[in-house]
């Protein structure tokens, strides 16, 4: 059983990670397989100033040994840079703490839902650990499942579609230039629609205000079979959405093509057989998935981000202490999140995708698992 589980608040000293279940004999380095994602998750146009003061990379502590996974928990650190001028504030002693509360509500955050489940006094206590700077813990832990799934042929990728109301036509993936992505600053590979989201963030910023979007994550090379229809806890596209809805601001996830307009005679992919291939499909509008099971074809998702509920012009809410109304706290926050968002949304495809493989193959070592791979894809026909 593949999981893994996060600890770490938004301005303590580090954001840990377990992970449990890798194979034994897997290659993983931090600089090559999990440094590079995590600087893809602090890039982005409308990121905020903390992004310049912290440079991620992720220690490993345990778990791997001469570069080779031993089968055991593995220990991920990513040290927060901006530790030093938040110790008084998040010291973990009582003697001598003396916080300064937080009691200004912000709408669309935790805030609120926190306080009243926790009876905390101070919006501190739940703002630290809902923030965002959570999901640097999953993009180190997704990047670990990616080296996993690379060795069975499977890549993730994303790009930006939507930013505010400017929204970019959806691509084939198969024509997609991966290095241009990267290259945008709001990572769309249109760069007429590119430019518009650009200057759609620009004049947020200007008003003090946040915008949302949509991603697009994609996995390809995804072997068919994954996931199961007996039983509505292990189909694949309901593990898939709740992994992506579980991102902070995701309000929604379509797992393919907006299928609700379309006749069915435009919608479903019918399967063909491709000699050295095996069955495909000729189109792939239900997102790779089947009844809950990995059709064969790319797993692709779009993924819905609702504005950072942060803004540099504060919206009027109410005060936890005097039950006031005043504007909202406000603290150092991006204005548009959404290609930072859609790396953090590779890291989860990439982790139920991952999760899904070890329970249909299995295996302690990873000579196991490629080997059972490799006999599934011969009698699948497939190369």
């Not at 996060?6 to 000293?13: F, Q, V, Y």
């Not at 791997?64 to 031993?70: A, D, I, K, M, Y």
């Not at 579980?246 to 093509?257: M, P, T």
């Not at 009027?316 to 290609?339: F, G, I, N």
Request: aromatic fraction near 6%.
């Amino acid at each position: 059983m593949l999981r893994f589980l996060t600890a770490g608040e938004s301005h303590g000293p580090q954001l840990t990670v377990i992970v449990e279940g890798v194979p034994a004999g897997l290659p993983l380095s931090g600089p090559r397989d999990i440094d590079p994602d995590l600087r893809r998750r602090q890039w982005g146009y409308g990121r905020s100033k903390r992004q310049q003061l912290e440079s991620d990379a992720a220690e490993i502590l345990s778990g791997v040994r001469g570069g080779r996974t031993l089968g055991s928990p593995i220990t991920l650190v990513v040290h927060n840079r901006v530790w030093d001028d938040w110790r008084k504030v998040m010291q973990v002693e009582a003697r001598g703490f003396q916080p300064k509360k937080v009691t200004r509500l912000r709408p669309g955050h935790a805030d609120l839902a926190g306080v009243l489940k926790y009876g905390f006094d101070d919006v501190r206590n739940v703002l630290e650990r809902a923030s965002a700077r959570e999901t640097a813990a999953r993009v180190a832990a997704g990047a670990v499942a990616k080296a996993l799934l690379h060795r069975a042929g499977t890549a993730l990728h994303s790009y930006v579609r939507r930013i505010g109301e400017v929204e970019a036509p959806l691509v084939d993936a198969s024509v997609i230039d991966w290095s241009a992505v990267e290259a945008s600053p709001v990572r769309c590979p249109d760069p007429e629609a590119a430019g518009r989201m650009i200057a759609a963030i620009d004049a947020a910023a200007e008003a003090g205000d946040t915008l949302g979007g949509t991603a697009i994550v994609l996995a390809t090379g995804v072997i068919p079979g994954l996931g199961s229809y007996v039983h509505w806890d292990r189909r694949l596209d309901g593990l898939l959405a709740q992994a992506l809805c579980s991102i902070q601001s995701v309000k929604g996830v379509d797992l393919g093509a907006e299928v609700a307009s379309v006749p069915g005679s435009r919608l479903h992919d019918a399967p063909r057989w491709v000699e050295g291939e095996g069955f495909r499909h000729g189109s792939n509008n239900q997102g790779g998935l089947t009844g809950g099971v990995t059709d064969g074809e790319d797993v692709w998702a779009q993924v819905h981000f609702k504005p950072i509920a942060t803004m540099r012009t504060p919206m009027r809410s109410a005060d936890l202490a005097t039950r006031q109304e005043v504007s909202a706290h406000y603290e150092r926050s991006d204005v548009c999140h959404v290609p930072a968002g859609a790396v953090v949304a590779e890291a989860m495809m990439a982790w139920v995708l991952a999760a899904a493989l070890l329970e249909k193959f299995g295996g302690d070592s990873m000579d196991d698992l490629t080997g059972a791979v490799r006999n599934y894809r011969r009698r699948l026909g497939r190369r």
